[in-house]
């Protein structure tokens, strides 16, 4: 089997499930109710006497920042889920007979799951910029949606959705146990790093160590983020450098993935 019917099988695979859309409604009423809510809380509290919190040019890209900022945990489990059921339920054995290259079948998963991270990021980003538009223009702040700088924010932001839906199939492939990856995902996402961000930030060294981390280079490479709200001061990558270590995480961990679970007999 080629390279391109190997992607072709993995899509089929990916739309055949409740998965995807499952994790998709949930991300959307997610996201919009934190940028729709973050959108009135700002809108309601600002002022022609003492203006919003933070400039009103920024605001905008905070808003629907959510898309990313809380909306990356979605694709993250979907291209971990993506992998672990394969194990879960031994779908990969009939696939390694039709593709006995493994790397093949990886490889054309990592690539189902990038397109898989931007449908996600896009869907993400109707949500975030919906529901933060309209709150914003009901408070007579300027959306910006004709700014030739939030539509480049909205390209990096679905750049990033795809490559942390990339992380996920290198997590899956190196902890191939469904329970064990959903575990480590929501762990690390929800607690571990946001403290480590915290933490991070008390001194200048830890600072640089910090701007490393997959949730900070998210948020560099996307250029807005609640977190760079509440540390303006923390040092942060370039764009460019923020995807480049977000896409070494999703290589390195699908590297060693595929040299350890992905190789072993799943039969």
């Not at 672990?84 to 790397?103: I, K, M, N």
């Not at 996920?168 to 946001?194: C, D, H, K, Y």
């Not at 040092?235 to 977000?246: E, K």
Request: with cysteine; net charge neutral.
């Amino acid at each position: 089997m080629s390279f391109f019917a190997a992607v072709h099988s993995e899509i089929t695979k990916l739309l055949s499930t409740r998965l995807w859309w499952v994790l998709a409604l949930i991300m959307v009423g997610y996201v919009a109710l934190c940028a729709g809510g973050l959108g009135a809380i700002f809108g309601g509290v600002g002022s022609s006497n003492n203006g919003p919190p933070i400039p009103e040019a920024q605001l905008p890209q905070l808003i629907y920042s959510f898309a990313t900022s809380v909306g990356y945990v979605f694709p993250v489990l979907l291209g971990a889920l993506a992998v672990t059921s394969e194990f879960r339920f031994q779908s990969l054995t009939p696939t390694f007979l039709a593709t006995p290259r493994r790397g093949i079948v990886l490889g054309a998963k990592v690539l189902t799951l990038l397109l898989a991270g931007a449908v996600f990021g896009v869907i993400a980003l109707i949500a975030s910029i919906g529901a933060g538009a309209s709150v914003l223009s009901a408070f007579g702040i300027d959306p910006l949606l004709g700014d030739a700088e939030t539509w480049a924010f909205v390209g990096r932001s679905v750049l990033a959705m795809a490559l942390w839906s990339a992380i996920g199939v290198g997590l899956g492939a190196l902890v191939p146990s469904q329970i064990a990856a959903i575990v480590i995902v929501l762990a690390f996402t929800q607690f571990v790093e946001p403290l480590l961000r915290a933490a991070a930030s008390f001194t200048d060294w830890s600072a640089q160590l910090g701007q490393f981390l997959p949730g900070s280079a998210s948020d560099a490479l996307v250029g807005a983020s609640v977190y760079t709200m509440l540390s303006p001061s923390s040092v942060s990558l370039d764009w460019w450098q923020g995807g480049l270590v977000l896409a070494g995480i999703a290589a390195v961990a699908t590297v060693i993935g595929y040299f350890t679970s992905w190789r072993r007999d799943v039969s």
